[in-house]
Structure formats: C-alpha cells, structure tokens
C-alpha cells in the first residue's frame, strides 16, 4: 500500500496543481489502468512478472496508484482555486515548497483513509493469487496457499485448516475497516 499511496498522491497533487496538458496525459493513462479490471490487470502483471513476493507488490502498485491520483488530484482542483493558494503563489514560494509543504498535507487526508480500504482490497488479491498458485511461493506462508492446502482435507472433517486462515482473512479485514472508520472520523473536518 505504501508505494502506490506516495506514487498516487505526488502525481495527484501534481496533477491538480498544474493542470493542463499534465494533467490531461496523466488522467489519460489513470483511464488506460482503470479500463481493466482490477484483478485481470493484476493476474496479468504477475504472470509476466513471476510468483513470488515482490511481483505481487509490484503488480499491485503498477494498477492501484491510480485511485491514490485521482483522491489527491479532486482534492488539488477544489485547493487550488482557493486564495490561499493564491497567497502562496503571490508570496514567491516555489513550486516544490507549495505543493510538498502546503497542498499535500491539505489534501491527503482521504487518500489516507482510502488507504485502509486498500489494505483490505489487497489482502483479497494476495490471499486469491495465493489460493490459485499465483502468489506467495512455498515454503513462504500465506492465507491463500493454506486454505488451498487444506481443501481437500475438507470433506474429512478436517474444517480447521480452511477456516483457521479463513477467518484470519476475516478479522484482519475487519480490524483494518474499523481502523480505516476511526482514522475517517478522526481527519474528518469539523465545522
């Protein structure tokens, strides 16, 4: 989640301060990773990639940076036309110290609780590449490859060894969403 978040919100925040033939080119490419489905795009970029760790990682940055970009950069355009950032502009600051020092920090507030919803969304992907073969390689654990393991114990009666990393998944994304509800209500802005 951390690399595309940075990736996300540097070319958001870009994007929507400068606007323009930037913004129209990064919107574009945003719309060609957004034409995919999340998952096809992803099981795609790990066949090319490998099985292993880091072309899961680096799948899922590739396609979810996107989202990131798009939350920053809505939040930039409403910023922008603000007087503040006309009074930063006019005050002779540079570019670099009005976007990194005044719009991110102003503006990556939903990026952040988006973030949480995104850590559950990608315990999904992992835990499924996992369970068809596609992710975490053996004798590296992962939730997916151990439900895959235990399936067929499972008409035996052995139900553990589904459900344990089942409901692992489970309350992992729950504690994550309810995380992500309180950090919402914590940056929400109060009138």
Same mark, same amino acid.
């Given at each position: 989640?951390?690399?595309?978040?940075?990736?996300?919100?540097?070319?958001?925040?870009?994007?929507?301060?400068?606007?323009?033939?930037?913004?129209?080119?990064?919107?574009?490419?945003?719309?060609?990773?957004?034409?995919?489905?999340?998952?096809?795009?992803?099981?795609?970029?790990?066949?090319?990639?490998?099985?292993?760790?880091?072309?899961?990682?680096?799948?899922?940055?590739?396609?979810?940076?996107?989202?990131?970009?798009? +939350? !920053?950069? /809505?939040?930039?355009?409403?910023?922008?036309?603000?007087?503040?950032?006309?009074? =930063?502009?006019?005050? %002779? *600051? @540079?570019?670099?110290?009005?976007?990194?020092?005044?719009?991110?920090?102003?503006?990556?507030?939903?990026? +952040? !609780?988006? /973030?949480?919803?995104?850590?559950?969304?990608?315990?999904?992907?992992?835990?499924? =590449?996992?369970?068809? %073969? *596609? @992710?975490?390689?053996?004798?590296?654990?992962?939730?997916?490859?151990?439900?895959?393991?235990?399936?067929?114990?499972?008409?035996?009666?052995?139900?553990?060894?589904?459900?344990?990393?089942?409901?692992?998944?489970?309350?992992?994304?729950?504690?994550?969403?309810?995380?992500?509800?309180?950090?919402?209500?914590?940056?929400?802005?109060?009138?």
């Amino acid at each position: 989640m951390a690399a595309p978040f940075v990736i996300g919100t540097v070319i958001g925040a870009l994007s929507g301060y400068f606007g323009g033939w930037f913004d129209v080119v990064v919107m574009r490419i945003a719309d060609v990773v957004v034409a995919f489905p999340f998952y096809v795009l992803v099981i795609s970029l790990v066949f090319i990639l490998g099985n292993g760790v880091g072309s899961i990682f680096a799948a899922i940055s590739i396609v979810s940076w996107v989202a990131y970009a798009r +939350i !920053v950069r /809505a939040e930039a355009l409403v910023l922008n036309r603000t007087d503040f950032m006309d009074a =930063l502009r006019v005050s %002779g *600051l @540079g570019t670099a110290r009005i976007v990194f020092r005044h719009l991110v920090p102003n503006v990556v507030s939903q990026a +952040i !609780v988006y /973030a949480m919803s995104d850590i559950v969304a990608n315990i999904g992907v992992i835990v499924t =590449l996992s369970y068809f %073969g *596609l @992710g975490i390689v053996p004798p590296t654990p992962g939730w997916g490859s151990m439900m895959a393991d235990g399936q067929p114990f499972f008409a035996g009666g052995y139900y553990d060894l589904m459900l344990i990393p089942a409901a692992a998944v489970i309350l992992t994304s729950f504690g994550l969403s309810l995380i992500g509800d309180g950090l919402a209500n914590a940056l929400r802005v109060k009138t």
